[in-house]
């Protein structure tokens, strides 16, 4: 069975640091890439950063570019985001989902439950 | 940035209802969109993809259409358990975008 759990969600101060992790299994981790997507409490769904399978490319929101670092470890099948300089408005749940890569262009197929970020001092 | 905006932000629709979704983009998408569907605390299920791909699993009373800019969602005959949010979502390019979001709810 193909699944996606995420950890490393808390409180944290602004302008302070937090890492994500998310562990996959059930499927070959290496060949997909992956996002991060976030949903604020009560409002709707935003792409946050997608890296490719093997982390030659990655792509980021406006909203994070800079702050936040997307990276993986295909030896543990295990997808990161660094958070730093953190924000109230950077407040969620943060999603990591796997791309479908049997067409091209690749979109999101399978997600994970969440982890819930919250920034405040 | 392609920008996608959903409507209508709300519906309110009873079981057995035909209910449509639209999404407009801010510039051509071709046929790279899909659909997804949350229920409150859970993850986003995909619906559809490439604008009409039926999901596998997904119940054949929820099609999609639309290439270009105009798309939409459509659920033939709602179910109960149809009552949920629903996000379209443009993977035409870097950054990806969401609409606003449309929530369905029991008249």
């Known amino acids: 069975e193909v699944q996606l759990v995420e950890s490393g969600g808390g409180l944290v101060k602004p302008g302070g640091s937090l890492r994500l992790s998310c562990a996959a299994s059930?499927?070959?981790?290496?060949?997909?890439?992956m996002n991060w997507v976030r949903q604020a409490p009560g409002k709707g769904l935003e792409w946050v950063s997608c890296?490719?399978?093997?982390?030659?490319?990655?792509y980021y929101a406006d909203s994070v570019k800079g702050r936040f670092t997307i990276s993986r470890d295909n030896a543990k099948n295990s997808l990161y985001l660094q958070m730093n300089s953190l924000r109230a408005e950077d407040t969620a749940v943060y999603y990591c989902?796997?791309?479908?890569?049997?067409?091209?262009?690749?979109?999101?197929?399978?997600w994970g439950k969440g982890t819930t970020v919250t920034v405040s001092s | 940035d392609i920008q996608v905006t959903q409507s209508p932000s709300t519906l309110s629709a009873s079981v057995g209802d035909r209910v449509t979704i639209t999404c407009r983009a801010s510039?051509?998408?071709?046929?790279?969109l899909a659909w997804y569907q949350q229920k409150p605390g859970k993850a986003p299920n995909l619906l559809i993809y490439?604008?009409?791909s039926l999901e596998s699993g997904v119940p054949s009373r929820f099609s999609g259409s639309g290439s270009g800019t105009e798309f939409t969602l459509t659920i033939s005959s709602l179910q109960p358990d149809d009552f949920a949010t629903y996000y379209c979502?443009?993977?035409?390019?870097?950054?990806?975008?969401f609409g606003q979001g449309t929530k369905l709810q029991i008249k």
């Open positions: 890296i490719s399978g093997g982390s030659s490319y990655m």
């Open positions: 510039q051509s998408i071709s046929s790279w």
């Open positions: 989902a796997r791309d479908r890569i049997t067409m091209i262009p690749y979109y999101m197929d399978v």
């Open positions: 490439k604008a009409s």
């Open positions: 979502q443009q993977y035409h390019g870097y950054p990806w975008t």
């Open positions: 059930g499927f070959n981790f290496s060949s997909y890439s």
